[in-house]
């Protein structure tokens, strides 16, 4: 976990190893194992060496050592457990912190008695090898993280300078200015005239009583002096003082002193507070500080944000406008995804918090002098594929570049594709920078990160709901394009627009849906769901017991208790069924991981489950009635593969044929006619994938979007297709396909924790979902 290259240390063959994939899974191909399809994956050079010793004459080396320890230890336990490593020397200031398994580490962790800690030591330089066999991971903490602000003495900067480098790299260098680079040293536009708001079209979402209020803001920072805090005597008495306070600052890190103090970073925790609020004006903010340098002060950041927010549900949004500038500072940091601080970050994304991070200033044009490297002009990391380095650039936050309100890429905007991301493009989108706001000008990525987390607030405001990844789509998809058409690495999707991201995320006119009610509890897998020919319901599902049980709907009401139908099998999966003339079949998977098929008729009751295909079946099967038979579907696989199966009953067994696929979830299939199939899946990108059978030929895999954590279900209304999916954060989401095309996705409510369930009756559709205490819970969507 330490750079051999950076470190002045070679391996045995004296080659470097190449950087390990991050978790963006880059350029998906979901036709595996079908005919024609593609298994190739694709290959990640080794990124750029700088080839410069850091810091060799110190003999001891900060660095976050990772260890293993049985779950609800002691501080006083985890400190002992690292100070009896000999050459480490516990530092007491940093909070030990939890943090997730590297990839490679999660097999062998077992979550319920285990924990990993990150500890910060001190530790020999001559005895770093010996410390590191000791523990899971050892990472010089050497990252220096600064703020992304263009400085007066560099082209087309602000008035507030950051902090000087530690290391010193930029001392003598000089950036120049490229001949077609826009680096204005006027402020283009201002937040006080209103040519911002007016620019992004914020003053339309404000007539709509959206101002960011209930939505709290992050701001992981060098720190905020904040309205009714004690400012700290030494920001007051210091010769830059600017005398100015931030208000609606209402909590942060750390808790004795946050809202205090900003000066070290020359009160640019100000600059990003103001310019949120600039655009969200009844939004309240966290002064979120990083008391030190290094990755490890973001790590002490992020992990209170994830547990303020495992709390009370805040911060709703984190606004980063720092990262470092060079990858010599912190190879890992920069390239590698396992780096705890990006593991941290990845939690908090997970955890249901929209992250924003600046993509840095180190754009060709006008880099940031930072960016250059003392007498090394060769290497320097300026321009695309070098100027975005670590978690900024990682695929699952929103990377924000800077451009202006006259829709002119500012020319130190920095470039990708990122380190973490090259596959991809980088940055997201942009914000509006370089205006009269906080200071005469708020420049660099900094600025343009907190004008995007406003708008972000605003989003929030509207649809509390949604995701990073959601946000993203959002901002992107409602930008103004001022680069090459779609997305480039220059300036991402464009330059955020709210008005047009707003009206994207308003509550949906497509459907209304009635309250979710709790119609049982106590089952073991998600239910099924089919109408009556009279215009009811019938609910099948596992007990506890495993037996299969039926709760039936009529008259608008739900019958009194369960119905038993069998307890001969010993289910692996929840049921599909299908109603096909007077009786219902049911498939699940049972022993074996086979597949098995019991038909239920009105008239003489349940029949006996038989074996109807092998296994191993991997989730619940789907099925479709269809011209007087059944279509079933079922992913099955070994060894890795994860195919997707179809097979066909029409009085008796079919032949099952491979559709192929990268299947993570159990199937949802649908008909639309005599010879029209839809089937859906979740894919190994974690997105929905569909395949349709026209005139009795399938066609190839293709991708829906969304961000798929559970299952998906998918029923035919009069004329649209119902696709629903269980989404990040337990939140149940849908979107629609007519007339060739398909609705936005809109949230339906966050209480599944299994695959949904969805029937239609008419133009409504009926709606189940599993709460976390197992409740099946129904609601009703009907047309507007």
Not at 123 to 139: A, C, K
Not at 402 to 427: M, V
């Amino acid at each position: 976990m330490r750079d051999p290259e950076a470190s002045g240390e070679r391996g045995a063959n004296d080659e470097k190893m190449p950087a390990s994939d991050g978790d963006a899974i880059g350029s998906f191909d979901m036709n595996v194992g079908t005919p024609g399809g593609s298994g190739g994956e694709g290959h990640r050079p080794d990124a750029p060496s700088m080839g410069i010793d850091v810091d060799e004459e110190r003999e001891r080396v900060d660095a976050l050592l990772e260890v293993t320890i049985g779950q609800g230890a002691s501080m006083a336990s985890i400190y002992a457990m690292v100070e009896s490593i000999a050459g480490a020397a516990v530092d007491r200031e940093f909070e030990p912190v939890t943090v997730r398994p590297t990839r490679e580490r999660i097999p062998s962790t077992d979550p319920e008695s285990q924990q990993v800690v990150l500890v910060r030591a001190s530790v020999e330089r001559s005895r770093l090898d010996e410390v590191e066999s000791q523990v899971d991971g050892l990472w010089e903490d050497r990252a220096v993280l600064q703020p992304f602000e263009q400085s007066t003495d560099e082209p087309g900067g602000g008035t507030v300078a950051g902090p000087a480098d530690p290391f010193d790299f930029a001392g003598t260098a000089s950036a120049s200015v490229a001949e077609d680079s826009y680096c204005p040293d006027e402020a283009v536009g201002s937040l006080h005239d209103g040519s911002v708001t007016e620019y992004l079209g914020v003053d339309e979402v404000w007539d709509d009583e959206v101002r960011g209020e209930g939505v709290v803001v992050g701001i992981v920072d060098g720190g905020i002096t904040a309205e009714g805090r004690r400012i700290d005597p030494e920001d007051r008495n210091h010769p830059q003082w600017p005398g100015k306070t931030v208000p609606n600052v209402t909590d942060g890190y750390p808790a004795d002193s946050w809202g205090t103090t900003g000066r070290g970073w020359m009160w640019h925790g100000n600059m990003s507070a103001t310019d949120v609020l600039g655009v969200a004006p009844a939004a309240e903010l966290y002064d979120i500080r990083l008391t030190g340098r290094f990755a490890s002060s973001l790590v002490s950041a992020v992990d209170w944000a994830i547990r303020k927010h495992e709390e009370t549900g805040t911060p709703h949004v984190l606004n980063v406008s720092a990262g470092i500038y060079q990858r010599v500072w912190d190879p890992e940091f920069a390239e590698n995804p396992d780096h705890p601080a990006t593991r941290k970050v990845l939690e908090a994304v997970d955890e249901g918090i929209v992250v924003l991070f600046a993509a840095g200033n180190c754009g060709q044009g006008c880099a940031s002098t930072k960016c250059s490297l003392r007498d090394d002009p060769e290497t320097d990391n300026v321009g695309p594929s070098d100027s975005i380095w670590g978690v900024n650039g990682h695929e699952r936050v929103i990377t924000v570049g800077a451009a202006t309100i006259d829709e002119r890429r500012l020319g130190y905007s920095s470039q990708g594709p990122s380190a973490l991301d090259e596959d991809g493009t980088k940055p997201d989108i942009c914000g509006v920078s370089h205006f009269e706001g906080y200071n005469d000008v708020d420049s660099g990525t900094s600025a343009a990160t907190p004008t995007t987390s406003g708008v972000v607030a605003l989003l929030t405001q509207a649809d509390p709901e949604l995701s990073t990844a959601e946000t993203k789509t959002v901002l992107q998809s409602t930008a103004v394009d001022i680069g090459e058409s779609g997305l480039d690495n220059d300036t991402g999707a464009g330059i955020v627009q709210a008005d047009a991201a707003y009206e994207r995320v308003r509550p949906s006119s497509t459907g209304s849906y009635g309250d979710w009610t709790a119609v049982t509890g106590d089952l073991l897998y998600a239910p099924t769901v089919v109408a009556t020919a009279d215009g009811g319901l019938e609910l099948f599902m596992f007990g506890y017991d495993f037996g299969l049980y039926r709760k039936s709907h009529a008259d608008g009401a739900w019958t009194e208790g369960l119905t038993l139908i069998s307890d001969e099998l010993a289910g692996l999966s929840g049921p599909a069924a299908v109603r096909n003339g007077g009786t219902v079949e049911l498939f699940a998977v049972g022993p074996e991981r086979d597949l098995y098929r019991i038909t239920v008729s009105d008239r003489d009751g349940a029949g006996e489950w038989e074996r109807v295909g092998e296994g191993p079946c991997l989730f619940a099967p789907a099925a479709v009635a269809r011209d007087d038979g059944v279509d079933v579907f079922a992913v099955r696989g070994s060894e890795g593969e994860r195919y997707l199966y179809h097979g066909r009953f029409d009085g008796g067994r079919g032949d099952w044929e491979r559709l192929g696929g990268v299947c993570t979830s159990g199937p949802a299939a649908v008909s639309t006619g005599p010879d029209e199939l839809d089937v859906f899946v979740r894919g190994g990108d974690d997105a929905v994938h569909r395949m349709r059978r026209r005139d009795g030929e399938w066609g190839r895999w293709e991708s829906v979007g969304g961000t798929v954590c559970g299952g998906v279900a998918t029923t035919a209304g009069t004329d649209e297709i119902h696709l629903f999916v269980g989404g990040p954060g337990g939140r149940l989401q849908r979107t629609g396909f007519a007339d060739g095309s398909r609705d936005d996705w809109e949230t339906v409510g966050r209480p599944s924790v299994e695959s949904p369930a969805a029937v239609a009756r008419g133009d409504a559709v009926e709606v189940f979902a599993v709460a976390p205490n197992t409740n099946v819970l129904h609601k009703t969507r009907k047309p507007s």
